[in-house]
């Protein structure tokens, strides 16, 4: 486990890079849910209320 | 013959297929990426020039090979909206660009931290270096366009042509390494002759790609959703919609 994790004296690059990958590739898709949720809940809503009114 | 083509143009359709679509792409997504990593990460062997510093080619290629696929759909995209003005695909083009964008900051960072071990530097002005940078510049300038101009209408366009001119860039960063002489590599897999990478590093490293595919795909439809609603939340089936559910 412990020489997996060394990556044969490169860790900081490999284990860097995958982070990297990870924290911009997932933030994509974290922050796509969350402005999905967010506009969905608000867009509905207001059209409900829109057709409730005429 | 090819009037099912037409419902494509409609955001209602449009709306429920993403949605319909979103969770699967979403699941193969993360099979895809658990085995592409732990065949890439524990069961590829090491490479003899470069050790196991050659692992960040599942992460680096990947997010390379998608960084100009989703500038691909973003220009398709914003020509079809030129030209035929369908507006649904000036959303595909839209919800495109942070994706895209991601994923070519992605690529140049692991490249920067795969270059500093094998060629002693994090960055040099070589050719595809800096086409891939000027891509990323492509991809923010279309974001900032998008809220530039005063009418959606207006800053659509611009960003449009934008999408559509900075296509050249494409094959200049894939024959970058042959036209030029660069300390980047030359194509190991997408040669006339074949791969020239081993079956077992080759493997993981499609499956990788594939893994992308999916999640460039299931984040697209997310984003597809989020816009085709801004955009129609006065249409009367907006109203028709849960929304706790979004369907």
């Not at chain 1, 924290?23 to 059209?47: E, P, T």
């Not at chain 2, 000027?134 to 366009?145: D, E, I, Q, T, V």
């Amino acid at each position: 486990m412990l020489e997996f994790l060394k990556m044969g004296g490169y860790a900081f690059y490999v284990w860097t890079s995958y982070s990297f990958a990870l924290i911009l590739l997932g933030g994509v898709v974290l922050w796509s849910a969350s402005q999905s949720r967010k506009v969905r809940v608000s867009a509905i809503r207001r059209a409900q209320q829109r057709r409730r009114k005429s | 013959m090819f009037q099912w083509i037409h419902r494509f143009g409609s955001a209602p359709f449009m709306y429920r297929l993403a949605g319909r679509l979103a969770p699967w792409l979403g699941g193969l997504c993360v099979l895809t990426l658990l085995l592409g990593l732990y065949l890439g990460l524990v069961v590829a062997p090491a490479d003899y020039e470069q050790g196991e510093s050659y692992r960040i080619i599942y992460i680096h290629v990947p997010a390379a090979w998608m960084s100009m696929f989703a500038y691909m759909v973003m220009a398709i995209s914003s020509a079809v909206f030129l030209v035929w003005r369908l507006k649904i695909a000036d959303v595909v083009a839209e919800a495109s660009a942070p994706i895209g964008a991601a994923f070519t900051a992605v690529a140049l960072i692991t490249g920067s931290f795969w270059g500093k071990p094998m060629w002693g530097t994090w960055w040099i002005w070589d050719a595809r270096l800096t086409s891939e940078l000027l891509l990323l510049f492509l991809y923010l300038g279309y974001m900032a366009l998008r809220g530039a101009l005063d009418t959606p209408q207006g800053s659509a366009r611009a960003a449009a042509i934008l999408a559509v001119v900075g296509v050249v860039n494409i094959p200049i960063i894939h024959f970058s390494v042959e036209w030029w002489n660069t300390l980047h590599q030359p194509a190991t897999i997408t040669r006339m002759d074949g791969p020239t990478m081993h079956i077992s590093m080759l493997r993981p490293l499609l499956l990788m790609v594939l893994a992308f595919q999916l999640l460039y795909f299931h984040n697209l439809m997310i984003r597809v959703r989020t816009l085709i609603l801004q955009r129609e939340s006065r249409a009367s089936w907006v109203a028709e919609l849960n929304p706790d559910t979004g369907h």
